[in-house]
């Protein structure tokens, strides 16, 4: 493709080489191969090869967008922080902020063995957001493997909400008042980026100002945790191998990445749903996940539909913002497809708000 070899001619090998050999990564005697894996407005990796030694290569594209730069260091510092741990994750291999080699700051990480549900089984590499992928096998024709998948994407969010964060990532977060910064945040962040006025946004919002959880404990958090962002060794049973694309990793509340998960998995999964795009049928309902959840962080599970408003209720202004750059010519055919997106999301947020039982006012 054109856009992949574009890419690939912005990279000075020259200067890319020197680096490598100045950081002792792989034998200097051998030139590296470079070889494009994938890419979007956000970022691009790249597979560096140097004879038997192999690393990911990601960074913004050239030139990067308003905070990648910095994004950049912020997900090495995340995976550097998780070694030692039992959070699953690539490896950290270095880190470059010096502009000069790439024209952006970017950093190495292991080369995961392990497949991802974006593009196992028999999916093609055009699908899209809404087709429901196949599963490797035996996870497509296994209904007790293809349960494990499940399970292990709700462990992995365990693993993270466990995880001793506070020795190598206290500066990565403000966890002190975290849920009381949402609403004016968020708000602040749409009236500067908004392109419309979003029917449902002041409903949803009142009740979220007026609401909190029930237990609150800071946490690693993903900001982007599904199915698309994990990896799983081969072969079953299921076993997450990594977890990636920090690029929204922050020091917050775990328990929102569980509600990105489970906010439309079905409760019955005897049947395919369509409400995803990962085929459920066979895996355990949205309950029996909660549960299994709650069992591995010793949290309460009673207030998701707090985590379901908010969840629905970010994404849909996270999401204005790239629709409003479309609008002004300066995005693309995905995200202007994120204009009806964003009124089903919000209108989700206020239906919610409006019909839950649960509340725990302020």
């Known amino acids: ?63 990067p967008p308003p905070g990648r730069a910095e994004g950049i260091v912020r997900e090495w510092k995340i995976i550097e922080a998780l070694d030692g741990s039992d959070v699953p ?49 035996p996870f497509e024709s296994d209904m007790a493997t293809r349960a494990g998948l499940a399970k292990e994407l709700i462990r992995g969010a365990a693993m993270m909400a466990n995880f001793d964060w506070e020795p190598k990532l206290k500066d990565l977060g403000r966890p002190d008042g975290y849920h009381e910064r949402q609403v004016e945040r968020w708000i602040r962040f749409y009236e500067r980026v908004k392109s419309r006025e979003i029917p449902g946004l002041a409903e949803a919002t009142k009740w979220l100002d007026s609401n909190r959880p029930l237990d609150f404990k800071p946490g690693l958090m993903h900001g982007d945790y599904q199915f698309a962002n994990v990896m799983f060794a081969h072969g079953a049973p299921a076993k997450l191998a990594a977890i990636i694309d920090w690029e929204m990793g922050t020091i917050g509340d775990p328990k929102i990445d569980l509600a990105w998960i489970v906010r439309d998995w079905p409760e019955d999964t005897s049947q395919a749903s369509g409400a995803s795009y990962v085929n459920t049928t066979g895996m355990p309902g949205r309950t029996e996940l909660l549960n299994y959840w709650s069992s591995l962080t010793g949290r309460s599970v009673e207030d998701m539909d707090y985590y379901y408003i908010l969840a629905a209720w970010k994404l849909g202004i996270v999401l204005e913002q790239g629709y409003a750059r479309a609008l002004q010519g ?30 725990n006012p302020k």
Request: charged letters at 25%; glycine letters at 8%.
């Open 89 to 137: 994750h690539t490896k950290a291999i270095a880190l470059c902020e010096d502009e000069s080699i790439m024209g952006t700051n970017f950093y190495m990480m292991g080369v995961v063995d392990g497949w991802s549900p974006m593009s196992a089984g028999d999916n093609s590499d055009d699908a899209d957001a809404s087709t429901v992928r196949k599963w490797p096998e």
């Open 1 to 63: 493709m054109a856009g992949n070899n574009d890419a690939l001619a912005k990279v000075d090998r020259a200067k890319l080489t020197a680096w490598m050999d100045s950081r002792g990564l792989g034998d200097s005697s051998i030139p590296i191969e470079l070889d494009y894996m994938s890419g979007g407005s956000q970022n691009e990796i790249f597979k560096v090869t140097r004879g038997d030694w192999s690393a990911a290569l990601r960074k913004p594209p050239f030139p």
């Open 330 to 359: 300066h995005g693309d055919e995905k995200q202007m497809a994120f204009g009806p997106l964003i009124i089903e999301l919000m209108q989700k947020a206020a239906d919610m708000a409006a019909s839950t039982s649960f509340s």
